[in-house]
């Protein structure tokens, strides 16, 4: 087939379609799954199985046994066969207009375009659609993304997989944006942060490898004793950069983890950390939908990463704590405060308990801590 037709076998698909009806309840799904894997594991029996190797392979593999299907349950399964024909047909199609795409291009890409996000729309396996409406790009696959992404119709699962091709095909663009020089820009952080050497990052991805000697130490106390704040922050932190396996993969994810995303790309490096660049943020978060929180936003996620890149100058503490870099005694001296504090907290404390065994302060810190309710 050629790419018109396929074109118009994927409209006569789409247009014959037909949902679901309502009788089907989670129960009767459920019976439906039973009755399909059932029929897939007695379908066909290996020519060369002896007898009473294949009873033992339905006693162990044949899903618990049904009642009969009454005759309604069987149109109705029937029914979902069709389904399933139909959406297997409709990815194939997909699939053939992708490799198509990748090999020689297509003549009609809004066409295609259109097509793809009629199949994301009706909220059956978006993924087929999302992959060729990523590969079509600006104009035409870009756009549908970006109407797919922000449309509550749309399933939330499969918006979250709209987000993310969308943020990847967008990456090139994000990303040319935070090499762009500053010019006029307003920094929100101090000078000593925005001083560090670009091995930091700007508190939304891990650090370089920096070297562990006092001139890099001087730097690390400076930008520390910037950061801590005069109390403890209103705002709570967002989780630690992994909060468990596969957080980033979760259904519920919270927003802030792809807002963090588009900070890694806009604002690579403390000294990109601006308002202007914030407010970039902020509207690519909107354009996907995402809660970046509204007024005041560019404070808060100041706030936040500073917090980011706290804790991992106090993981770099960890390491240089074994190192002749002069750390004592202010290093424990910041700890203990951002602990009071609440911010960075967790590497805090964590840089205080390995300084036990070789710095009694560190000791007597983590005492006073726990005695205040700190910890």
Known sequence: MDEQSDLKALAAV???YEPPPAEWTDELWELYERAEAEECVLRIRPAHWADDLWEQYQRTEVPEPH?????EQERLFAQGRERERWMSAVQHLLDSLGGRLK???LREPASAAALAERWVRMNLYAFAGVRLLYGLGAPHGEAALLRLVVD???DRADRQVVREWLMMLRRPRHSALGRQPQGGETPLLP???RNLADAWKAGTDAPGVIACNPENAAAVRAALEALLPARRPAVPEPPPEMTGVGDEDEEERPD????RTLLRELMPYPRNVTRERMAEVRREAELMGLESDGEGSAERWAI??????AGWMFSWLCEARREPTDLAPWAVDLAEQYVLRGFAAEDA???LDLCTDSDPRSAAALVRLRESGAI
Request: charged share 25%; aromatic share 10%; no cysteine.
């Open 14 to 16: 789409l247009d014959a």
């Open 67 to 71: 009642a009969p299907l009454t005759q």
């Open 103 to 105: 090999e020689t291009g």
């Open 152 to 154: 509550d119709t749309v």
């Open 191 to 193: 000078p000593a942060v």
């Open 256 to 259: 802030w983890i792809d807002v």
């Open 304 to 309: 936040r990463i500073g917090a980011w890149l």
């Open 349 to 351: 404390e964590r840089f």
